[in-house]
């Protein structure tokens, strides 16, 4: 499939092509200063790299952090399935999962989960702070959350998984927490848990609470596949927000969906 922007002709699959459509794709913006196209999807924006990524690998609620693409044939604007290399990295930056730099060089580390934050304490190294992140992770028993992917050897990982320590009790803290995913309508609510909305007509709706960014942002994904079908006119059934619900708030509000 080739599509036509104004400074240059993209390359994807057919298959692709269709799966950015379903998605609620708007259009392209093409970025000159980092050669990288970014999808406009109704209330976000994704660059294509990381979309592809998620659709190659078939599992778009793991996104890679900390990846390398590379174009076999040399054409950054072919997006063809065949042409796309990527390649692991791990490289320190402050978007790696509940770590934040210090003003002392070192790193901290904090998982904000069931309505409440815990803070791990602090590291001489990123990894070693990605690392308690993960193991807190399990050690609370939480299941279905995004982790770091640490790109290390795994004898080197599994020897600093194991030297690390908490207390005896995890003990969260007050704070208003800032979700992971800049691209999410979301919001921590104390108490309640992370809230997903969207705008109609001007008035933000609420479409649920859950417990984990990682839940609420598949809600989000579904919200959107259910917009796209619905103006289709094709049904499908919602499994992680209540279309009921927000019918009804959206009929108090008097505004149509």
């Known amino acids: 499939m080739l599509v036509k922007l104004k400074r240059c002709e993209l390359i994807v699959n057919d298959e692709?092509?269709?799966?950015?459509?379903?998605?609620?794709?708007?259009?392209?913006?093409?970025k000159t200063a980092s050669k990288s196209i970014i999808v406009k999807f109704e209330s976000y924006t994704q660059t294509l790299s990381s979309y592809m990524y998620s659709q190659i690998n078939d599992n778009w609620g793991k996104l890679l952090r900390g990846f390398k693409l590379e174009f076999k044939n040399g054409n950054h604007f072919d997006y063809s399935r065949e042409n796309l290399l990527y390649t692991r990295i791990y490289k320190s930056s402050t978007k790696t999962l509940g770590v934040s730099k210090t003003n002392n060089g070192n790193y901290a580390s904090k998982v904000a989960y069931n309505n409440k934050v815990y803070h791990l304490g602090t590291f001489s190294s990123e990894v070693e702070a990605a690392i308690?992140?993960?193991?807190?992770?399990?050690?609370?028993?939480?299941?279905?959350?995004?982790?770091?992917?640490?790109?290390?050897?795994?004898?080197?990982y599994d020897r600093i998984y194991k030297t690390i320590r908490f207390g005896t009790k995890l003990k969260p803290d007050e704070e208003k927490v800032q979700s992971i995913y800049d691209n999410i309508p979301i919001e921590y609510k104390k108490?309640?848990?992370?809230?997903?909305?969207?705008?109609?007509?001007?008035?933000?709706?609420?479409?649920?609470?859950?417990?984990?960014?990682?839940?609420?942002?598949?809600?989000?994904?579904?919200?959107?596949?259910?917009?796209?079908?619905?103006?289709?006119g094709e049904d499908m059934q919602c499994t992680h927000f209540n279309i009921s619900s927000l019918l009804n708030k959206l009929a108090k509000a008097k505004i149509s969906l």
């Open 16 to 30: 692709d092509f269709l799966a950015l459509m379903s998605d609620g794709c708007k259009g392209f913006i093409y």
């Open 191 to 232: 108490g309640k848990g992370w809230k997903l909305y969207s705008i109609f007509g001007g008035k933000k709706i609420t479409l649920g609470v859950y417990n984990s960014e990682y839940m609420a942002k598949i809600a989000y994904k579904e919200f959107n596949e259910y917009l796209h079908k619905r103006e289709i």
């Open 132 to 156: 308690a992140y993960n193991k807190v992770l399990d050690l609370l028993g939480v299941k279905n959350v995004e982790k770091n992917v640490v790109d290390i050897p795994k004898h080197d």
